[in-house]
Structures are given as structure tokens and as C-alpha cells.
């Protein structure tokens, strides 16, 4: 998914994580986690790249992030940058949609910086 990314987000971005250890993959390319084997980076086009595809095995390539993935991921690089317009990335809750019950909407669940079973939406689409 494409998320609206702006320039004035990317570069609080780039002033809270850039740095030399993980150069951008592409131009404009700015890093949004880095972690023990992987690493995922938001680009100027608002897409979230990453080494760890979907199925969690690492892979030198950096490819396009699903959806639950690259959520989970702006929702870390929030609580961990500060920079809390990244939050503004996320879809807003449906009308579908009901607050999840896990982390009660807060994003995050004891002991989980991001909720796992909304994967940081903060909702749920209802069954
Ligand atoms: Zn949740």
C-alpha cells in the first residue's frame, strides 16, 4: 500500500534516523526501523521496503512490505522517534471497523510495542 507520505515528515524522519550505518536504498529512501537482522525504510513515494517479507525469513533484497507489516513498522518508528504525524499514515478506522479489543485502540498491548493482533491500526475489521 502507498502511504501519504509528505516531505516535511520525511525529513523529521531523516533527522531522527539517518545515518550513515544504513544508507537509503533509493533516493529519498529514509530508514524507519532497523532491528537484530532486518530493516525497513519509508520512501518518498510512501511505500515501506523491507528485508523481511511476509513469510519472516530474512533476504538480502528489499522488497515492498504488506500492509500489516509496514503498519506495524510506523507504528515503532513513532513511539520510537517521537514523531507522532507518522501515526497520521495509518487508514483511519472504518465504519466496518471496531476498536480492537487487544490493546483497547492504544496500538500497543502489555509488553508489545505494537499490538499484534491489529498490527498497530488500532482496529479491527469486524467479522
Ligand atoms: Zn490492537
Known sequence: MR????????D??????GHDLFPAPQDGAVLLDAWFDGV???TSDGRVL?????SGEFDDSLKEADDDFAISVIVRAARQTGIEQ??????RTPDSATVCASCNGSRSAPLEPV???CSGRGWVQSA
Open 12 to 17: 523529521a524522519l531523516r533527522r531522527a534516523n
Open 3 to 10: 502511504f501519504p507520505v509528505n516531505e516535511a515528515l520525511l
Open 50 to 54: 523491507t528485508n523481511q517479507p511476509a
Open 115 to 117: 499490538c499484534r493482533a
Open 86 to 91: 507518522l501515526l497520521d499514515l495509518i487508514p
Open 40 to 42: 525497513a525504510y519509508l
